[in-house]
């Protein structure tokens, strides 16, 4: 089961409008943009640059995944942890600059700065399958599936304290201090 987080793969369905006008579905596959790390794997589904958004504009992902949506916009995502027993401090911290949040942690070498990490966004994170603990700097609480954290721009950690890997879907939200 080690390193099973790594094979997640996520399908996104897009409707649209056909040529007569008529609502349909425009694009059905698998998610383009993921990167696949020791500390995570993410699947981009969806972003935006501004809101509110045009109702048919065309989802702005990039060629890259990058943690921190543009500023003004969004960006939805699934993303899968493994189990803490196969957690590595470095790993995580390389895992995120991986993902461009290389600003959004103390850095590798240092477990505690490592693994604490915040953004300049409100997300919402929503759990799937498994359980997760979001840990604040001053309490703990247990995610299961269908429980929802909101995280408004503190540091937090994710902890995965069974032997099965979590998955989330988080709608990140640019924001200012």
Known sequence: M?????????????????????STILADGDSAVRTAQPGFTVNELWQVDSLPAKVNSESTVGADPVLDPPAGGLVVRIAVFPPDAEFDADAYAASLD????????????????AVWHETDTVDVVTIIDGELYAVTETAETLLKPGDTFVTRGVKHIWSNRTDKPVTLVATMMSGTR
């Open 98 to 113: 991986a993902f461009h949040g290389s600003d959004s942690h103390g850095g590798a070498g240092d477990e505690a700065a």
């Open 2 to 22: 080690s390193g099973a987080h790594l094979e997640a793969q996520s399908r996104i369905v897009v409707s649209g409008l056909d040529a007569d006008g008529k």
